[in-house]
């Protein structure tokens, strides 16, 4: 694709007015919502929200996304990354190697649609550096893995490329959503991912989460 079409898609995903059609990008309503793993509930997130460690954000160092090793197989020729694909679109069509060939995905952080499996990256809701911080770095490999590949918790989702980018690896008093219908959803996902594999959370992020949680 020329580098100019390539701008001009990313602008038009940054574009806050809708009906703007760019390749792979349809202005059409979805037909269907991102499928992962339904989290807990507001009240059972602010529950859990309670019960994690407050302490103050480790530190990066010695981090690599190495040492959380994806995509790993799951099934046959489809890996981790394959499989969410296949799960979040609609109407999605896999070659023999289990590669999306056709399909429709929504992107619920920004309320895009995608035609082209290569225009969505398969976001960890708690980043892999972000879990790092919060107490991974003394985790086995084994475990982290496990992390990295979760299919069971709110952990893995199909996003707009670039929107995925533009989290890196922030957590929430430092990016929500832009479409702000899916920040409850997006919190209690949060929530339910640092619940499960007991990660602390640093006050700023609490506050944020006591924030949209409370809005629930």
């Known amino acids: 694709m020329p580098v100019g079409m390539i701008y001009a898609r990313r602008l ?3 574009a806050t007015s809708a009906a703007l059609t760019v390749t792979g990008l349809l202005a059409t309503a979805p037909t269907a919502q991102a499928a ?6 507001a009240t059972t997130a602010r529950t859990y929200l309670a019960a994690l ?3 103050a954000e480790g530190s990066s160092t010695g981090y690599s996304r190495d040492l959380f090793p994806h995509w790993i ?3 046959g020729a489809c890996n981790t990354r394959e499989t969410v694909l296949k799960r979040d679109g609609v109407n999605v069509v896999t070659d023999s190697s289990c590669a999306s060939v ?3 995905w929504y992107s619920e952080y920004d309320g895009a649609t995608w035609t082209v499996a290569s225009d969505l990256d398969i976001d960890h809701v708690v980043a892999l550096a972000e879990a790092w911080r ?3 770095n003394s985790w086995t490999t084994s475990q982290r893995q496990a992390f990295a590949n979760d299919l069971t918790r709110p ?4 996003v707009t490329d670039n929107v995925n980018q533009a989290k890196s690896d ?3 008093a430092e990016w929500l959503p832009s479409r702000t219908a899916y920040r409850c959803t997006y919190a209690r996902a949060w929530v339910h991912v640092k619940y499960h594999w007991n990660l602390s959370v640093d006050s700023a992020e609490k506050s944020a989460l006591q924030s949209v949680l409370n809005g629930c």
């Open 53 to 55: 460690t407050v302490k």
């Open 155 to 158: 952990q893995l989702i199909a």
């Open 102 to 104: 056709s399909g429709s």
């Open 73 to 75: 197989t799951q099934s």
């Open 12 to 14: 038009a995903v940054l």
């Open 36 to 41: 992962m793993p339904t989290p807990v509930s």
């Open 170 to 172: 922030l957590d929430p």
């Open 134 to 136: 919060s107490g991974a």
